[in-house]
């Protein structure tokens, strides 16, 4: 009596999600989180303290994608790529808390559109901006409010975000001829914290209590 092989009562191995997909998944998703906290002044100019349930969600995805991928690695047997998505997961948030986004955002946010502030200062040292009243319509997204204000002669204020308990905060350009006392550079005796970007601007932000300057 001739045998016949068959299937019946043979385990196949399991199978799941590729490994780089799901560690791209847990990368892709702690990177969202810290685009939201790299974007944060903006999106409290915008949406306020609504700003907090954007962090929330963005932080609960990142959790669970993290640990979705680290339960079906496991689950599949690949155990080091399980812990190798936790680990991801954990530098990843230690790497959030930790990061000082409001500089990072103020410098590079400046260095981008160095051209334009360059602009804004000189239509300001010129007079031009006090007397236009407003910046031109290509330069209006440097302010919140698309508007400068003006401090003094030449001196220009422009805000990325207004409302916050102490004062407004923002990019500041202080003309070579007006005192310190304006506010409006890092040499005002203001609680302030605040970086020296270079060409005349600072960024300021005011503060409740003495901060420590970068």
């Known amino acids: 009596m001739q045998s016949k092989e068959s299937g019946v009562g043979q385990s196949s191995p399991r199978r799941g999600p590729r490994v780089p997909v799901l560690i791209s998944a847990v990368v892709l998703s702690w990177g969202i989180v810290a685009v939201a906290h790299l974007f944060g002044i903006r999106l409290w100019s915008q949406l306020g303290s609504s700003a907090r349930g954007v962090y929330g969600l963005a932080w609960l995805v990142a959790v669970a994608v993290?640990?979705?991928?680290?339960?079906?690695?496991?689950?599949?047997?690949r155990f080091a790529a399980a812990a190798t998505a936790v680990v991801v997961g954990a530098l990843g948030a230690t790497a959030?808390?930790?990061?000082?986004?409001?500089?990072?955002?103020?410098?590079?946010?400046?260095?981008?559109h160095r051209a334009d502030f360059a602009t804004v200062g000189g239509l300001a040292r010129t007079g031009e901006l006090a007397e236009a009243r407003g910046l031109p319509a290509n330069l209006r997204y440097l302010a919140?409010?698309?508007?400068?204000?003006?401090?003094?002669?030449?001196?220009?204020w422009l805000p990325s975000w207004t409302g916050r308990a102490g004062g407004a905060t923002g990019y500041a350009y202080a003309g070579e001829d007006e005192p310190a006392d304006l506010g409006l550079d890092c040499r005002s005796g203001a609680y302030l914290r605040c970086w020296s970007l270079g060409d005349g601007w600072s960024w300021i932000e005011w503060v409740a209590t003495p901060p420590t300057n970068p």
């Open 144 to 156: 919140v409010n698309g508007d400068p204000t003006m401090v003094g002669a030449r001196a220009v």
């Open 66 to 77: 993290t640990v979705l991928a680290a339960v079906m690695l496991r689950r599949t047997g």
């Open 96 to 112: 959030i808390v930790t990061v000082d986004w409001t500089s990072a955002f103020v410098h590079g946010y400046y260095r981008l």
